[in-house]
T-cell receptor
Framework: DAGITQSPRYKITETGRQVTLMCHQT?????MFWYRQDLGHGLRLIYY???????DKGEVPDGYVVSRSKTENFPLTLESATRSQTSVYFC????????????FGPGTRLTVL | QKEVEQDPGPLSVPEGAIVSLNCTYS??????FMWYRQYSRKGPELLMY????GNKEDGRFTAQVDKSSKYISLFIRDSQPSDSATYLC??????????FGDGTTLTVKP
């Protein structure tokens, strides 16, 4: 399917477990982003990537790890999940050249018990 | 203080009303100004995109940027129940990433 997809769409896990959220885009966009969205905080940037093998921290990176070995994939890993990481996670991509428009995925709703 | 401040809402208006959504910012390096619309349980989608100062119109929607005042607005004319959503302003320099406001939730009542 063309566009940007996220998996899983819903995930329930326990404190201390490792969780990986997947993001895949078919446009070959240079930039990819991970956000979390919580009531009262809007969209907060976790990590972003300007190209394959280039990643940088956003506003709230602690407890998260990212990698980008291929342009189209940008997985987000919670190394040891905590209850405070219960949130909705959005992945986005952007061409980044002459346009800063971001295209968002449908989101992953993560609950940490 | 946040770089981008958005009127918090929520906002409730009758169908047909004119809606004004507003954001202020502190970073004078911002050049790109965007409005995203987010329906409940969906990802945000771009609604309007403006480069530098001025107005941009698209159907019932008008985006306005005043860089001298560091203030942007989105106007919705003849609002419809289908416009009920959360509206997020976003701004960026030329670095690829954007800074988002916290969003304003709008409800348009029939």
């Amino acid at each position: 399917d063309a566009g940007i997809t996220q998996s899983p769409r819903y995930k329930i896990t326990e404190t201390g477990r490792q969780v990986t959220l997947m993001c895949h885009q078919t446009w070959s966009h240079s930039y990819m982003f991970w956000y979390r969205q919580d009531l009262g905080h809007g969209l907060r940037l976790i990590y972003y990537s300007a190209a394959a093998d280039i990643t940088d921290k956003g506003e709230v990176p602690d407890g998260y790890v990212v990698s980008r070995s291929k342009t189209e994939n940008f997985p987000l890993t919670l190394e040891s999940a905590t209850r405070s990481q219960t949130s909705v996670y959005f992945c986005a991509s952007s061409p980044g050249v002459r346009s800063n428009e971001q295209f968002f995925g449908p989101g992953t709703r993560l609950t940490v018990l | 203080q946040k770089e981008v401040e958005q009127d918090p809402g929520p906002l409730s208006v009758p169908e047909g009303a004119i809606v004004s959504l507003n954001c202020t910012y502190s970073n004078s390096a911002f050049q790109y100004f965007m409005w995203y619309r987010q329906y409940s349980r969906k990802g945000p989608e771009l609604l309007m995109y403006t480069y530098s100062s001025g107005n941009k119109e698209d159907g019932r929607f008008t985006a306005q940027v005043d860089k001298s005042s560091k203030y942007i607005s989105l106007f919705i004319r003849d609002s419809q129940p289908s416009d009920s959503a959360t509206y997020l302003c976003a701004m960026s320099t030329n670095a690829g990433k954007s800074t988002f406001g916290d969003g304003t939730t709008l409800t348009v009542k029939p």
